[in-house]
């Protein structure tokens, strides 16, 4: 008699499932350990009070920003001009520290009078929308102050850091 024969998994077959199983892990893990975002405005109960707005209430705010900027339109178009007046002064060779300086005078007054064209059509809009819509434009203003406040914080420890460096160093930012 002969010995019964044992069958066994062929290897491809054994590594197709591996790796399928692998697969399967790494998906279950992204879906699993990824960290839930609040959706504010959908009516999530974690959302802060007042920002449970419609579509309607949305398309509002959302018109009153277009039409902010649609107004702020020349001013942003002159001050786009004027960043590029003052790249080409600091570019320009021989460098002329008058010239650019004049070119970051004009970029900040620039800089003014597009952000007053945008805040005036704001403000004369602000009066048609709703608390509701007010506080979602007020959360918007104040999320662009956070992001510059972090870019601020950011600069701030870079010059710490870089006058520390100096200051064990002399001969480092020499030119």
Do not use: C, H
């Amino acid at each position: 008699m002969s010995d019964p024969q044992v069958r066994r998994f062929p290897f491809w077959l054994t590594l197709s499932v591996l790796g399928n199983l692998v697969l399967v892990g790494l998906l279950a893990g992204i879906f699993l350990n990824a960290p839930k975002r609040p959706d504010w405005g959908r009516g999530d109960p974690g959302a802060p009070p007042g920002f449970e707005l419609t579509t309607e209430e949305r398309d509002g705010v959302r018109q009153l920003m277009r039409a902010s900027f649609e107004a702020g339109r020349e001013a942003l178009e002159a001050r786009r001009a004027a960043e590029r007046r003052l790249a080409d002064a600091l570019r320009a060779e021989p460098y002329d520290e008058a010239a650019a300086r004049a070119a970051l005078s004009s970029l900040r007054e620039a800089d003014r009078l597009a952000r007053d064209a945008v805040a005036d059509r704001m403000f004369d809009g602000l009066d048609e929308l709703n608390p509701n819509q007010r506080a979602m434009v007020a959360r918007i203003m104040a999320g662009n102050m956070e992001k510059r406040g972090k870019a601020g914080e950011r600069l701030e420890k870079w010059r710490e850091r870089r006058k520390e460096r100096l200051e064990g160093n002399p001969d480092e930012g020499a030119p």
